[in-house]
């Protein structure tokens, strides 16, 4: 089983601390742990890349400050996860608008923390918001094809040679002189590469083919792992499928 890397930041020891054992029950590892924003931006040359950032936030003020726009451009590839209190609705929407993956609150069941977790790192974004009798689901809909194709580059595209559009597309990475072929899905592309959860994390080639269905083919070799996915550049584009 794959094990998503995570780094958890803000909260005070005894908060850090629970949530870190609910994480390590499930199929996460703390890869790196800092007490606030700024001390994980100062030692992010230093860790393992992680495939979630969960920040306790205490404060409406965690919201205001910038620090949280900080977390999404040093980690523009990451599920960017906020965990807090029950948030006000210009709270929920200051996630939305950081195109954070997720809103938790920190009195979620840990078994249902967990959950959200693996669908949020199925691609889906995930904002509940706890009251005492109520749990409200929050999803952002993807951005049609249209919409991606016009949508100005965001901060989170810093640290890639290309931006790339957020989307959900059925694939094959095909391999050993096609002869062995296995499921995958694209969660983000570019004109030069793209995010993928293959099927097989473990057995995924370094070189093959990538089939986008009901679009092009693509030659690429594996740059990057992290947790459940690869990150692969496109080498050429090879004659489209019908």
């Known amino acids: 089983m794959s094990v998503a890397p995570v780094c958890l930041i803000g909260g005070d020891e005894i908060a850090r601390g629970k949530l870190r054992e609910t994480l390590e029950t499930g199929s996460f590892e703390i890869v ?10 100062a030692a992010v040359d230093e860790m393992t890349e992680p495939e979630l950032v969960i920040s306790m936030v205490q404060a409406t003020e965690d919201f205001r400050d910038g620090r949280l726009s900080l977390l999404r451009r040093v980690f523009p590839e990451a599920n960017l996860v906020i965990v807090g209190d029950n948030p006000t609705q210009d709270q929920l929407r200051a996630c939305v608008e950081l195109d954070a993956n997720g809103f938790l609150p920190r009195s979620i ?8 977790l693996q669908v949020i790192l199925l691609g889906e974004k995930l904002y509940i918001a706890g009251k005492k009798r ?47 072929v296995m499921h995958g899905a694209i969660f983000d592309i570019s004109d030069q590469g793209a995010k993928i959860r293959p ?32 990150g692969v550049r496109f080498l050429a584009e090879l004659n489209s499928v019908a």
């Not at 194709?149 to 959900?168: F, I, V």
């Open 32 to 41: 790196s742990e800092h007490h606030d924003v700024h001390a994980c931006v």
């Open 109 to 116: 069941d840990p078994r249902a923390m967990l959950q959200s």
């Open 134 to 180: 109520a749990v409200k689901f929050v999803v952002k809909p993807a951005p049609t094809a249209e919409a991606a194709s016009t949508e100005a580059p965001s901060a989170s595209s810093d640290r890639r040679g290309a931006p790339r559009r957020r989307t959900l597309q059925q694939a094959e990475i095909v391999y050993n002189n096609s002869q062995c």
């Open 199 to 230: 099927a097989d994390i473990v057995n995924a080639p370094s070189r093959f083919e990538l089939r986008i269905k009901y679009g092009p083919r693509y030659q690429c070799e594996v740059v990057r792992k992290s947790g459940f996915y690869i």
